[in-house]
């Protein structure tokens, strides 16, 4: 916990100042030169998203009647983030604010909670979009709870419920459009349906003692328990001693009993330590795998939709040994 106590520490000491010069600057404009910084539109409902797969969710359900505010950009950690003016201008002016919750925005006193607290927010616009969905923990080594894992949106029917809460969200906050909302949802929910059923038939067709994902976080936790995965991972809970000697040799000795046949490394994380396991088991890296947030726009995987498919796509062909 040490990475985050420090980062929280610093959010701390920068964020009160943060908002007093965000708020000042506001004080001294008008709405619409304040939306200039965030927002570009005046005649579209104002969402903001904490990362980047909310973000892409509210849009396709959203369509062109939203413009939505991503927070937490790609290749930033959306635990310990730490806004920027522009961030507070665009919470200001939002209509709708959509989290992740499960502990990913740092829960209660974390990031987005401060931010919606002291921009004077109204509470009744923020949504969280795991409202329904079961918590999963990571455990200490003497098996008590330690944390909620918030990566359940790996998980396609996560994805479902993500979207049939963005959707409700939508249409509470602007009736007017509720038509197309439903519309739009309808036909991306029944896209995730297509999903859960195609992890369900690629996965099965997985050799029974091969189906076994080895990353370098434990961050597939939902993924796994929904279709029928055994986890290997370096570390469960992220802090500033990831890959530790002593994590890489428990990792080692799973191994050498289960024998996966191949490791993944996140796309967002430090790979030596993953790469220290290869060598030292003889284990090939099979390719990247995505967790908490899609690409930049024009990326190989941008959507939600093309990162479900990306990860399906690397951990078939890697633990069915096919090209």
């Known amino acids: 916990m040490v990475r985050r106590i420090k ?35 005046l005649d579209k ?5 904490s990362f980047t797969i909310l973000s892409d969710i509210v849009r396709q359900i959203g369509g062109e009647r939203v413009e939505v505010y991503n927070m937490v950009p790609t ?4 635990h310990d983030y730490v806004p920027f003016p522009k961030d507070v201008k665009a919470t200001t002016d939002a209509d709708l604010l959509v989290k992740n919750g499960l502990n990913l925005e740092g829960g209660d006193n974390g990031w987005f909670a401060k931010l919606v607290r002291t921009t004077n927010q109204n509470k009744d ?21 330690e944390e909620i894992n918030p990566h359940a949106f790996l998980n396609p029917v996560v994805g479902i419920q993500i979207a049939k809460n963005a959707r409700d969200a939508l249409i509470e906050v602007d009736t007017d459009h509720e038509e197309g909302y439903r519309q739009r949802a309808t ?17 099965n067709e997985i050799p029974e003692e091969d189906r076994i994902l080895v990353t370098s976080e434990r961050a597939f936790q939902y993924l796994a328990a929904e279709y ?12 500033q001693d990831n890959g530790t000697p002593e994590q890489i040799k428990s990792l080692l000795s799973f191994l050498k009993e289960y024998k996966p046949p191949v490791l993944f490394v996140e796309t967002n994380v430090d790979k030596r330590p ?4 290869s060598s030292e088991s003889g284990i090939e890296i099979y390719g990247p795998i995505y967790s ?26 890697g633990l069915a040994q096919n090209e």
């Open 7 to 41: 980062n929280l520490l610093l959010q701390s000491f920068g964020f009160g100042l943060l908002i007093t010069l965000a708020v000042a600057c506001g004080n001294n404009s008008d709405k619409s030169q304040n939306r200039k910084e965030g927002f570009k539109s």
């Open 45 to 49: 409902l104002h969402v903001i998203s």
């Open 75 to 78: 290749g930033t950690d959306p």
């Open 125 to 145: 616009r923020v949504y969280q979009l795991t409202k329904g969905v079961e918590p999963m923990y990571l455990k200490s080594k003497d098996g008590r709870k």
């Open 187 to 203: 036909k991306y929910i029944d896209l995730l349906k297509d999903f859960d059923e195609e992890y369900q038939t690629k996965i």
């Open 228 to 239: 029928g995965l055994k986890e290997g991972y370096i570390w469960a809970i992220d802090t």
């Open 274 to 277: 993953m790469r220290t396991v």
């Open 292 to 317: 908490d947030e899609i690409g930049e726009p024009g990326e190989e995987v941008d959507t939600y939709e093309k990162y479900l498919r990306y990860n399906l796509r690397q951990i078939y062909n």
